[in-house]
Nanobody, 117 residues
Framework: QVHVVESGGGSVQPGGSLTLSCAVS????????MAWYRQVPGKEREFVAR???????NYADSVKGRFTISRNDAKKQMYLHMSDLKPEDTAVYYC???????????WGQGTQVTVSS
């Protein structure tokens, strides 16, 4: 069983920055494709950013140029650095880990990010 735990959420003013972390309890992180999603009440969970096990990166158009995804396989962690935050970035952010070798997929419990003045 793979456990995924997010941290780093909080409250920030518009224009501010925040970095989320995702710790994965797995023997080898290098076989996992990792991603961040977010969800606001009443809406579906939406894709934010993805980094594959071979470091191919994709972003949602809404966060391009503002968010940066990265991973440290030795530390078994993934990160999302968010800058120039906007009120519409307010959501619960979820870490997703998906095996590159099977259909296994794992989610964290989420961490709240609130952007308001």
């Amino acid at each position: 069983q793979v456990h995924v735990v997010e941290s780093g959420g909080g409250s920030v003013q518009p224009g501010g920055s925040l970095t989320l972390s995702c710790a994965v309890s797995v023997r080898v992180l290098g076989i996992l494709n990792m991603a961040w999603y977010r969800q606001v009440p009443g809406k579906e969970r939406e894709f934010v950013a993805r980094i594959t096990y071979y470091n191919n990166i994709n972003y949602a158009d809404s966060v391009k140029g503002r968010f940066t995804i990265s991973r440290n396989d030795a530390k078994k962690q993934m990160y999302l650095h968010m800058s120039d935050l906007k009120p519409e970035d307010t959501a619960v952010y979820y870490c997703n880990a998906k095996s590159s070798r099977s259909a296994d997929e794992f989610w964290g419990q989420g961490t709240q990010v609130t952007v308001s003045s």
